[in-house]
């Protein structure tokens, strides 16, 4: 039962546009219908299958609201999938911005924690968005100007522990990149930034929330914000990976972060400092 409830949320077109909704529900059928085999479901879940088909499927970019934003979904891309309700089921829970919020969105992707913050915060607000791979900045900054933003500061740079430039491991999503990983397909490099120096240079004092999600490369980040972390005590939403726990825990109790709440317990796991 679970299984075909998540597909009735998978169905459920996200896109404004009547053409793309037509589209969209045929191709989410043709996948689903390449999805059912028995074996294959036992082996992945129908999530799982469905995710890995349905970018390849896509005829074209498709437009999609998620959180009352638009985004442009990039065909081949992983962007329908992480714009859904199904992926990080708890961001509605845990991620609530306010207004006159100044946000930090690390490893912003192509805008899924940023945009809907950029709305949330409204024009008194801030949203800085970070993301160090150029194909989805691009992306990201296309996603800002659709909606029409003012509020985001968008930043092709990699948030780390010194300002420097560090080759960035890219796999094989656009989702699948690293400074700190063993992936070997591609590399490139970045300018890398200590997010205490980048908002002294950007005139930012004070910070309400900060987003995390650098795929292992969480304690070099938060080494290099400890100052932004003691004297604005924002609230973080941080993913970290398992072999990262014990540091990532080090690092917050002697920034005297209380009140930490593990979120989701997988291979990466989310947690929310809530103080």
């Given amino acids: 039962m679970k299984m075909w409830l998540e597909l009735v949320k998978l169905l459920k077109p996200p896109t404004p546009n009547f053409g793309d909704k037509l589209i969209y529900l045929l191709v989410c059928l043709i996948t689903a219908a390449l999805a059912i085999p028995p074996s294959i479901l036992k082996r992945k879940g129908i999530k799982e299958c469905i995710f890995s088909i349905f970018p390849k499927l896509m005829p074209k970019d498709l437009l999609i609201e998620f959180q009352g934003v638009k985004f442009m979904a990039r065909r081949g891309k992983t962007d329908i999938l992480i714009l859904n309700e199904l992926s990080e089921p708890w961001m509605k829970r845990y991620f609530k911005p306010n207004k006159g919020d100044v946000v ?149 109790k002697c920034l005297k972060r209380k009140n930490v709440i593990h979120i989701y317990p997988k291979y990466k796991v989310w947690y929310l400092c809530k103080e």
Avoid at 141 to 155: H, S
Avoid at 164 to 176: A, F, M, P, Q, R
Avoid at 207 to 214: A, E, H, P, R, T
């Fill in 104 to 252: 930090i969105d690390i490893g912003a992707h192509v805008g899924k924690y940023s945009l809907p913050a950029a709305k949330l915060v409204g024009e008194n607000g801030k949203v800085i968005a970070i993301e160090a791979h150029p194909e989805n900045f691009k992306a990201l900054q296309t996603n800002i100007l659709l909606n029409g933003f003012k509020n985001i500061i968008a930043l092709n740079i990699a948030a780390f522990n010194q300002d420097n430039k560090k080759l960035l491991l890219s796999g094989s999503s656009d989702t699948d990149f690293s400074l700190k990983s063993n992936l070997k397909k591609n590399s490139f490099e970045v300018e890398t930034r200590t997010i205490d120096s980048l908002l002294r240079e950007i005139g930012v004092e004070k910070v309400d929330w900060v987003k995390i999600d650098v795929e292992g490369a969480e304690v070099e980040v938060l080494e290099g914000m400890k100052n932004v972390i003691y004297n604005s005590r924002p609230r973080i939403l941080i993913e970290v990976w398992r072999e990262n726990e014990r540091r990532v825990k080090e690092l917050l």
